[in-house]
């Protein structure tokens, strides 16, 4: 089980089943909070929740945090790093921030930040990498403020709103990652 990641806003927490509630559900069916993310795509079932805390739960493949405002106490979304590939010390970034009341708060740097750090200072990566709507641009904004540099652009590699849209592949070395407390104690 992973361990917390706290930072000045959000925290990052193990998911556990407690996080698995009505309004976590309802995210995951909510149209705009699922625009730019696979999931979505057909209704989310109770039972479809339970399958994805298990595969998470104890995997060696991915890690899992909820996203918690740290001021209200709140669960606002999640980050997974995942797969993880071992050998090659490396993994795959997503996040979703459910709780539209937090959106534009910067939030989501705030959790990709403590998501990264975690991936390289504590699983020991060097590599992590996403893949993003090249159309969504407040993402790709925040992605390249934490230090993901774009690497690649699949064209029409996914469909949407009757229309296929790019992708952005993105990636962030260890080497080239800059700690906000860098030069400062921990």
Not at 7 to 30: I, K, M
């Amino acid at each position: 089980m992973p361990a917390k990641a706290e930072g000045a806003r959000v925290s990052l927490q193990p998911v556990e089943r407690g996080h698995l509630t009505a309004q976590y559900l309802s995210w995951l069916n909510d149209p705009e909070v699922t625009r730019y993310m696979e999931t979505g795509t057909f209704p989310t079932t109770t039972e479809d929740l339970e399958r994805y805390f298990k595969s998470v739960t104890g995997s060696r493949e991915q890690v899992a945090f909820a996203i918690v405002h740290n001021k209200t106490g709140r669960h606002i979304g999640n980050v997974k790093l995942g797969p993880i590939h071992w050998v090659h010390r490396k993994a795959t970034f997503g996040i979703m921030i459910g709780d539209r009341k937090f959106w534009g708060q910067g939030l989501g740097e705030d959790a990709t930040r403590l998501a990264v750090e975690y991936g390289f200072y504590r699983l020991n990566l060097r590599r992590i990498d996403l893949g993003v709507f090249a159309e969504y641009e407040p993402a790709v904004r925040c992605y390249e403020k934490v230090g993901f540099k774009v690497e690649g652009r699949l064209r029409e590699e996914l469909f949407q709103g009757g229309e296929y849209k790019d992708k952005l592949w993105m990636g962030l070395l260890r080497s080239e990652y800059q700690p906000l407390w860098a030069g400062k104690p921990r």
